[in-house]
């Protein structure tokens, strides 16, 4: 496992870099991943305004700050994504933000088509879904994972699931209503109960 884990980090991006890219494919009408259309190019163009926007708009919580702060040792938070991916586009700038809180904290991104093995270690009832976040230490040994999405959005799509058998065009409009409603606070008490979880382990 830390073979894949030093591999993949050795294939990644910090998260500007990870924009450009995804910018730079764009001017060439692509989208980040092996599969190439055209619907993957919109939703990658999409996601690079809803990245942008959210860059400038996502406030992260005092008690979000006390408790990020509370992190005392240097970690890697290995994120797997793609640019077309919309649950990225609403939890990565959210994510890059709450790393910002505390110099300790090191994002890097990596492509999940560019690191099947890392994706292959960390699947969500059997698929590669993304973004997947996993937290390391100064020794690249995993302290705690979280993903693809906020604890509330994975119970909506797991009753949707249930109830529909599948998720469908009107249901991934309602969870982006819903991801615009809660402007990255989910996300936020989440990694809040991931650290106290953590200092309880340790």
Known sequence: MKEIIEKSLGNSYKYEEFKDLASNLLAEGRSTGHE?????T????LND?????????????????????????????????????????????VIHKIGETNPLIDLKLVLRDDNED??????TNGGKAIPKLIALD???????TWGPRPTIATKMVAD????????????????????NKDKGQSVQKDFIELIKKNKMNS
Request: with cysteine.
């Open 42 to 45: 919109n939703y990658s163009l």
């Open 118 to 123: 890392l994706m292959n270690q960390f699947l």
């Open 49 to 93: 305004r809803r990245m942008k926007r959210l860059d400038k708009t996502i406030k992260i919580s005092d008690k979000t700050i006390t408790e990020i702060k509370q992190i005392k040792d240097p970690q890697t938070w290995l994120v797997i994504t793609e640019s077309w991916c919309g649950d990225a586009a609403q939890n990565l700038p």
């Open 36 to 40: 190439q259309s055209e619907a993957l």
């Open 138 to 144: 100064k020794d690249k040994n995993i302290i705690n």
């Open 160 to 179: 949707y699931k249930k109830e529909h058998g599948r998720l469908d065009a009107q249901f991934k409009k309602d969870l982006q209503v819903w991801y």
